[in-house]
């Protein structure tokens, strides 16, 4: 008895064992590249002059950042930017009624007015006079891919959404056109990139032949900077909304028929029953598949990449290809590295709200 | 079985050792030929002459084979250098030369002078500018294969339907005035667009420009790096161009393939691209479907002072890390290509060795009479490790003022502050 109880591992040193290919596969390719990631931030570091020579570097503290995110003379004012900075005093004071009016929960207000107070804080920042921004590209680039994030997710989300609800039946034809929204999902961006150019070429694409059709004349998606940034939108929702679809399929499929059948006898049905029976059952699964398209399209590349160049004049250049440009084409390391951490730290945020929120008892 | 196996490996094994082939990987865009032969002569376009020259190369050199990597345009810069910083340089590479100051720079490329005789490449034959654009620092970095430039490629039946031809030749604007005459008449003889090119993503609007300003003996930096670009010189090329825009005589959104679709399909008078396409042009315009009948490819017109176009160089180098064996078999690759130089020319670019440009071989190509005063007036930027940060800033700048009606005064002032915080990095 008591030679097996010492041949035995205990529980905690089985779970080690067994844990431990995991832990050290992420810490080797995961954390350890953060960290250098880190500390490749806090230098001067050129890609290839450093791997000719690895004394080619030099440590210059928080420098990038600076370069990166700040300028000369830089000023804060409540009036530089009165549209998004009147939206964020709006929402502070809406966050404040609603929850002194019990209309909203702690948490929701709360919410709604850090983002609130982001709003007024970031845009007031500008250049004063004599000044300027270090990199004059940075936040434009960082405003486009919010703009990006912005009309994708909900792009997305809704248009997933609206075919989950209408595939939700048990048919052969349903379950066929369900494979079939799927399938863009399983191409590789350099596909689905190829496709749309096809698709928006002015010339022999399909949208210019039927708008050619209707009388107009055709539109240069992809050069024309009104149209650039809604090109790759379309082209990402119609690539993405596969994994949305199913999520919405899921969540459908564990809303109980009885509930159907008691909101059909108080004469809910077709959209009444949806708004009032689906939308509140699938709260949870929307918030899921909003906070995972967020974190999915911050990193947003190879759409703006290929179809677009990042152009015209910067319209369509996005966070994630900025720090590729910095890094590769510019050979500046320690610069885009600093844009990484940046960019990982709204990931973060973003991952946080997603962790607090799936805690949240319903 | 077991002996039989036994016998197989050591079969194998000696083969090996008896001809050791000596593999070489080779890195190049021009973008996939997948059947191009080994037959140099009779491809067509960059790709698959380039392909076929490889082909050839493995071949016919003893003991060599060579393994293409992925062809790629848009990322191959990127590629090389992660390449580079990963220790894994491909054993042969093609690149421009204005990418020389960045690469040898650094200490990432090979010195070949004293290599280049004992695999039979005749460095005397090179013609002087050949030379120098493979050269740095006193040392040479690699083999040139070709100076491309920008033509004008002229669809010639609507130049003489608005009677802009003579004697067979295109009559082309000797000053931004003159353009924009030409442009109209263009327009009112036969209602099409006088000039078009990718004026919304690949820099040839730059070149455009760039072209222009050396006209007027300006350039966008000086060579001790102060960044020259909100001047009159500037304003004068980027409005000759601007002019035309306003009028409704070209379009700025056409990106690369759209315009020279629109030139192929004969919707345009004068499609202003590199000397890459000229025997492709050539083959288009042969066939009954498409709309472009006679073709010509112009020297690009001189509107201001002096005559100038952008140019360029394609070379072949070798990474500073390869040895012995493998710096030998990679030699002779390079030996190879420059052996046939005039395969390559064949794509419409220009010859760098003397006795090639002299041979009748050369002069007998198609067109190539029409722009044989292209070498004289080819000129660059002057050389910096930061080209392409400094061609896309422009780029930016430039669509900035043809794509969201930014003033030109803006986008010039914009782009010398940022070009100047490139040169000073």
Redesign the interface.
Known sequence: MAVTSRSRLSQTQAAWILLAPFLLTYGLFLVYPFFQGLWISLHDWNLLAVAFNPDAKEYVGLRNYERVMWGRNIEWSLLAAPFWQGLGLAGLALAAGLHWAGRMSRFNAVALAVASVLLIVIPGFHPGEEGRWYDRRFWPTVGNTLVFVGLAVPGVTITALALAAALNRETRAMGALRTLFFLSQVLSVTVVTLIWQIMFSPRQGLIANVTDVLGGSPINWLTDPQFAMAAIVIATIWWSLGIAMILFLAGLQDISKDIYEAAALDNARGIKAFWYVTLPNLKRTVTLVVVLQIILHFQVFGQSHLMTQGGPNDTTQVLVRYIYQTGFRDSELGRASAMAVFLFLIMGAFSVIQFIVGREKS | MKHVLLTAALAATTLATAAPAQEVTLGRFFGACEDAGTDTTASTGEACIIQSIINAADAELDGITITTLPTDW?NY??QI??A????TPPDVHVMHRHRIP??AG???LGEISGDLESVGIDPGDWSETALAAVSYNGGVYGVPMDFHANLWHVNMDILAEAGLVQDGKPILPSSPQELMAHAQQVKDATGKDYLAADF??FPIGVRLVLALMWQQNANIFTDDGTATIDTEAARNAVTAITQLFDAGLADP???Y??SQ??FLNGETAILVNGTWVVDFYTAEAAKEEVGLDTYYAADFPTLFDTGATWADSHMWAIPSTLEGEDRMAALKVLAFINDHNIDWARTGHMAVRTSVVESDAYKALPHRAEYAGTAAIAKDTPPSA?Y??IQ?VL???L??IW??G?SVDDALS?AE??VQDLLD?
Not at chain 2, 84 to 87: F, I, K
Request: proline fraction near 0%; aromatic fraction near 8%; hydrophobic fraction near 35%.
């Open positions: 848009g810069y990127d250098k992660a580079y910083a990963g220790g960045e690469f650094l200490g990432a919304a993503q959104q056409l990106n393939a759209d679709q629109a930061r392409g940060a896309d780029n930016r700048e669509q900035a794509l969201t930014k914009d502050i940022e990095r």
